[in-house]
């Protein structure tokens, strides 16, 4: 496994010159564009890593995931998916268009920003201190890791130039969907998507979706198995934003990126995979990180499919 991963990774580390690090948030733009790393997580206990795996970077939107998933547990199915929807966008990521014209009353799904930031409105607790601190000590708990922390610099790059994030979130309040107070809201939001990690802390959070909610090394029970399910469902379905089509049927697995350049994926009942690779497509997934995993998936036959 480890010279298959070695391999990928070399591989494809060429296609890192066809991308773009993020740059709307102008922290982000300091990664290292040629980066490339992975880690694999199985179920059997073994932890497998290649190329840049233990450089850190924020997690961003692969945050909506663990979000989405406190969101369900504090709420049930019903309640939350009042509030926000499950299907999938031809839109971009941040794209305000479909919150008026196609249904003012629901975002069209959790991992797009507007849906995301409705769902975190939805997590219990009484100010927005307490809600941040369930989600870093959440992610903390799925990824093993007790040395998860926030990148001061990339929250508050994230908080200076949110502006897009503001008027979606205002938007939603208008509308009824989010009853909170939308500064506290957005904080909670920029928070959780500055959260530092590397390929192994998502490879492990894959890996315990990928166990049905079950923590592999400790086997302690930390998602219901129908939530587990229900977020990965929405992974294969929203996880890539508007390339989740073609990602499902040249890939197969569930899977969440995010503009840090992580891509956190989950094979049902085998792993969970980590990927790092900082320069994006034109959709915000990273471009070589994509091919690692087309790469990896035909080798081992990965595809839920
Ligand atoms: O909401 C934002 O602008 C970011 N902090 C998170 C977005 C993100 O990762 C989109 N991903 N591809």
Not at 58 to 70: A, C, D, E, G, N
Not at 73 to 97: H, Q, R
Not at 148 to 169: F, M, P, Q, W
Request: proline residues 3%.
């Amino acid at each position: 496994m480890k010279k298959l991963l070695e391999k990928v990774i070399e591989n494809n580390r060429n296609y890192t010159e066809f991308g773009e690090v993020a740059s709307y948030i102008p922290e982000l733009t300091k990664a290292n564009k040629n980066a490339l790393g992975i880690c694999v997580t199985t179920l059997k206990g073994e932890e497998i890593c290649a190329g840049d795996c233990n450089t850190k970077f924020t997690i961003q939107s692969i945050s909506k995931v663990i979000t989405l998933i406190i969101a369900l547990m504090d709420n049930g199915k019903e309640k939350t998916f009042s509030k926000v929807g499950v299907e999938p966008t031809t839109d971009a990521f941040n794209s305000i268009i479909n919150l008026e014209a196609k249904n003012p009353n629901k975002p069209l799904n959790p991992m797009i920003n507007a849906g995301a930031i409705a769902t975190v409105s939805l997590i219990d607790g009484e100010n927005s201190d307490e809600i941040f601190n369930k989600i870093l000590n959440f992610t903390r708990k799925l990824a093993g890791n007790e040395d998860i922390h926030i990148n001061e610099n990339v929250y508050r790059c994230e908080k200076e130039t949110g502006d897009r994030n503001r008027s979606l979130a205002y938007f939603m309040k208008s509308t009824g969907i989010i009853t909170k107070d939308v500064e506290n809201v957005l904080d909670v939001y920029f928070r959780q998507c500055s959260m530092e990690v590397t390929c192994k802390d998502i490879s492990r959070i894959g890996a315990v979706l990928a166990n049905n909610g079950v923590i592999p090394w400790t086997k302690e029970r930390v998602i219901p198995e129908d939530i587990a399910r229900v977020v990965k469902t929405i992974m294969v379905t929203c996880g890539m934003y508007d390339a989740s089509g073609e990602f499902a049927v040249n890939i197969g697995i569930p899977a969440k990126s995010g503009v840090g350049g992580g891509i956190m994926a989950s094979v049902p009942s085998n792993m969970g995979i980590g990927v790092f690779g900082p320069a994006l497509d034109s959709k915000g997934n990273s471009i070589a990180g994509i091919k690692v995993l087309a790469d990896l998936s035909k080798e081992l036959n990965l595809s839920i499919f």
